[in-house]
């Protein structure tokens, strides 16, 4: 089955520093799906994204479905971003949602 | 819009008992997903229903584990019995057509 791997695994910051989380996948994918995890297991969408490139505010993802990965940017970062990022995968017919495991991110003031 | 409901928000049992969990997607979803998060990992599919039809459970423990979506609106996952190791969260996710796929808040099951 697919591979969906994300980097790096843990990450440290600082208030205000900026980061770039990346998710590369084995093969083709119809679309793909960015996600934050908050402290209370909510998982929030932050992005649906199966090519180019999208902006909400201090975060921006990037997908290159010809080269198989993703990048999520988070600029200025804030003790509310704190939490584990996942990316996901949708493919087939019935679009199976298939998860990464993440990227978790602590954010100090 | 109503998003994802789950209920209950936490269960805690003894192994061996049985648990359901019971999910509500969002109106108009045809598309529904049961994921287990254990602990420091990313969620697992464990069954996709496509209306009131399964379209993928290779990952669900048919032994123990079983799921239904009557009538193509809710869903109920049930465990029977419970291990150990089935400690974990249990997402519900919906989707519309080929859309973005949107989560409840989940449920956190603790076997002992």
């Known amino acids: 089955g697919i591979q969906v791997e994300q980097s790096p695994p843990d990450l440290i910051l600082q208030e205000g520093a900026n980061s770039t989380l990346r998710c590369n996948f084995s093969d083709s994918v119809n679309n793909l799906q960015w996600f934050h995890q908050n402290p209370w297991g909510q998982l929030i969408n932050l992005f649906y994204i199966p090519s180019g490139t999208k902006q909400n505010g201090r975060l921006s993802a990037t997908t290159v479905a010809t080269e198989r990965y993703s990048l999520l940017y988070i600029s200025s970062s804030q003790t509310t971003d704190s939490g584990v990022y996942f990316c996901a995968v949708v493919l087939g017919g019935y679009n199976k949602l298939i998860f990464g495991a993440g990227t978790r991110l602590a954010v100090h003031p | 819009e109503a998003g994802v409901a789950q209920s209950p928000r936490y269960k805690i049992i003894e192994k061996r008992q049985s648990v359901a969990f019971w999910c509500n997607p969002i109106s108009g979803h045809a598309t529904l997903y049961w994921y287990q998060q254990i602990l420091g990992q990313g969620p697992k599919l464990l069954i996709q229903?496509?209306?009131?039809?399964?379209?993928?459970d290779s990952q669900l423990p048919k032994d123990r584990f079983s799921a239904e979506r009557l009538k193509g609106v809710d869903s109920t996952l049930k465990i029977q019995p419970a291990k150990l190791e089935d400690s974990a969260v249990y997402l519900c996710?919906?989707?519309?057509?080929?859309?973005?796929?949107?989560f409840g808040q989940g449920t956190r099951l603790t076997v002992v």
């Open positions: 996710a919906s989707s519309f057509s080929s859309s973005e796929a949107f």
């Open positions: 229903f496509q209306n009131n039809g399964v379209v993928d």
